[in-house]
């Protein structure tokens, strides 16, 4: 279900790791659709489509009657093929084996939305995250973005403006190189002197 429909073998993708948040890129960290939501927070990861399946279906399984909304807003979209072990190098890429998604550090995965209990939804993404990989955490709708690990927080002073400044004046490496350089432009600013070439005899 979250996998894409007609694929070719020619679509073979490369292997690269996920995505990273850098500057001010804040997207997918914050809940957009429904009220709550599940947030990865501990390290970018490439997740299989089974495994997006099994978490959906968790959710699914705990809200089993209840009156709710569920969004998923990561697909696996990219192919992951293998090789048997000890084969030589060359020779392709590979077979085809599952679809799979990648998710950069604080990305949020699933959302909830509908007349459902803060804590009982909170036990369902409890319940998903211990199906996926890595460690997940609970977000609500209106929590603030987050930059990389780093939450923006305007109270504390956690700002993007404050995250683009330096922590700290840049300060030369060595500071006897730096007053050497001094000295010898302060010498470079004398005029030249004249060396007399006369002997006496």
Known sequence: MR????FYQYDASKRLAPSQQTRE???GTT???GDYGLRM???DRRISAKQLELGYKTIQAKLRGMNFKLYTRVS???GVYTKGNEVRMGKGKGKFDYWAARVPVSRVV???SGPVHEK???EAFRLAGHKLPGQWEFVRKGDPPVVGLTVLDPEKGITLESLKRARRDVEPHDKDDAEQDMIIQADTDKPPQTVSTTMDV
Not at 3 to 6: I, R
């Open 3 to 6: 996998s894409p429909k007609g």
């Open 25 to 27: 890129d804040t997207r």
């Open 31 to 33: 809940v957009v659709w």
């Open 41 to 43: 927070k501990d390290h």
């Open 76 to 78: 696996a979209n990219i």
């Open 110 to 112: 699933f959302e909830l």
């Open 120 to 122: 009982v939804v909170k």
